[in-house]
């Protein structure tokens, strides 16, 4: 038996019990109450429905909320990610900022050192040029070339063609020159003996066979007058480079003439410049 329709039902019975009712007026109940009923199963209907709705909403925003919890977690474990990695930045940034920093005093002090040398060299040419002052310009040549001073001297003033013997004038510069030297310790000194292209004939006083003997011999008398005049023979080195070294094309007497020479190149030590460089 369906008891829903359990009170209509007894409704009805009441109406048809009642007395002094005519069929009339029980119709007329009876259609209210069918329209109530059917009022009533609307509504439960409607009722069921928003509870479905209600259930897929909440079931909806539960999900939204899970999602947005999941964003959030992530943004923040981004977050961390990245002031983490800002943190190792920083770190590096330091670092690098402090090597640059050290790079930098190394550089100063390559600067002032590469100044110091300067300045020292200077004052070398200086002192030699005042102790060379009486000579021939032709003759007797200072300068400063790469950092090192140059001594040059002609053969007209140090040695008769083809000899290895140097000359009384020559000998006076290269005395005056160990002079102002033999005291500089921290000054190296190359003694490079320079020909011309014309090769030697036949053997000569001196028993050099060609160019190459000639510059090394004359280079080797120089240096031995040098370190005579009191200069530090580990501080003099003696090298010959023959004809393959000119200052002019070998075209003419007077190149030719230039061409035949003796270079002294003084430099000055650079252990500290190499130090700094040295550095890590």
């Known amino acids: 038996m369906n008891f829903r329709f359990f009170p209509t039902l007894l409704v009805g019975a009441m109406l048809l019990a009642l007395p002094g009712c005519n069929q009339k007026e029980i119709a007329a109940l009876q259609q209210q109450n069918a329209e109530l009923t059917k009022t009533r199963d ?87 040029s005042d102790a060379l002052l009486g000579f021939n310009a032709q003759d007797l040549q200072v300068s400063v070339k790469n950092g090192k001073v140059y001594v040059s001297l002609s053969e007209q003033l140090l040695f008769k063609s083809g000899s290895t013997k140097v000359d009384p004038k020559g000998q006076d510069a290269l005395r005056k020159l160990a002079v102002v030297l033999k005291d500089n310790k921290d000054v190296n000194v190359l003694v490079e003996g320079h020909t011309d292209n014309v090769p030697i004939k036949g053997a000569t006083a001196s028993g050099a066979r060609d160019n190459w003997d000639l510059s090394v011999m004359r280079a080797t008398e120089i240096t031995r007058l040098l370190t005579t005049a009191g200069m530090d023979p580990a501080q003099v080195t003696p090298s010959g480079r023959a004809e393959f070294l000119p200052l002019a094309p070998n075209d003419t007497p007077a190149n030719k003439a230039l061409n035949r020479r003796t270079d002294i190149i003084l430099t000055p030590k650079l252990d500290e410049l190499f130090s700094i460089l040295g550095q890590n």
Request: proline share 0%; no cysteine; glycine share 2%.
């Open 42 to 128: 609307q509504l439960t209907l409607e009722k069921t429905a928003l509870a479905a709705d209600k259930a897929r909403n909440e079931e909806a925003l539960r999900g939204s909320l899970l999602s947005k919890n999941q964003q959030v977690n992530q943004l923040n474990q981004n977050l961390g990610e990245a002031e983490t990695d800002i943190r190792n930045k920083n770190a590096d940034l330091q670092s690098k900022e402090a090597d640059l920093q050290s790079k930098n005093a190394r550089i100063a002090d390559l600067q002032n050192a590469l100044a110091q040398k300067d300045a020292a060299t200077k004052a070398l040419r200086q002192r030699v």
